[in-house]
């Protein structure tokens, strides 16, 4: 699923809502801004999928404690990715930010670019952005994260773990596979779209996403972070 260097690509950028904060930083959007508008200027196709971070996390613990079920958690979790979402979209001139993987398609093929946050109770911003990337048959699918990459062990409780820069997709599964969706969890790559990216064979990097440089290096084939394919 990739395309010859210095060819047009499609991309999937997943920026992490972690990355962007809580409130969302405006420094760090207006540089994820320059580099997608990089991007398109180039002539790639970018569909962004933000996810809600901290404040999802806040109003899951909420509807929690206000005894409301799974599914609720998740909806009020969707709705705040895509309040981040509809920041991210307003900055960069996107006027809707969509709300299925066929309306985000649409945007791709009319635009060249498209935004979406959260898409269904049962599955994370993460998840979107595989079921995103393979429907549309994407060249590369970048990660923003609140880490450095992969590592052996998650570095946050380990300060032994290791950054991996390449992985296969069997390592991917066998290090982020194992845990069950739940409302709010956090994962450097969730649970459900780490066997989904494996299944589907779909080209990975996870890099650093506080700084948009590493993005921009990921999209133009440089090393950065931690490479699945």
């Known amino acids: 699923m990739s395309s010859p ?17 809580s409130p969302p930083q405006a420094k760090l959007l207006k540089g994820y801004a320059e580099v997608i508008s990089e991007a398109k200027a180039l002539g790639h196709s ?28 998740d909806m009020i979790a969707i709705d705040a990715s895509r309040l981040n979402a509809k920041l ?12 299925t993987i066929q309306g985000m398609m649409l945007e791709l093929e009319k635009n060249g670019i498209g935004v979406m946050g959260g898409l269904r109770p049962g599955i994370t911003t993460d998840t979107v952005a595989v079921i995103l990337g393979d429907a549309w048959h994407s060249d590369i699918l ?43 969890i956090h994962s450097i790559v969730d649970p459900v779209a780490v066997k989904f990216i494996a299944k589907h064979k779909l080209t990975l990097v996870v890099t650093n996403g506080f700084l948009p440089s590493n993005v921009r290096k990921a999209l133009l084939g440089e090393r950065t972070g931690t490479l699945v394919s």
């Open 5 to 21: 260097p210095g060819g047009k690509k499609k991309i999937v950028l997943r920026i992490g809502g972690s990355v962007l904060g």
């Open 88 to 99: 991210v979209a307003m900055k960069i001139g996107v006027k809707r930010v969509s709300t």
């Open 142 to 184: 970048v990660k923003a994260s609140d880490q450095d990459g992969v590592y052996t062990a998650d570095p946050r409780i380990d300060k032994e773990a290791k950054l991996l820069h390449s992985l296969s997709y069997q390592e991917l599964v066998k290090i982020l596979g194992g845990a069950q969706h739940r409302p709010g």
């Open 46 to 73: 970018i569909g962004v999928v933000v996810g809600g971070g901290p404040v999802s996390r806040a109003y899951i613990a909420t509807a929690k404690e206000l005894g409301l079920p799974r599914e609720a958690q």
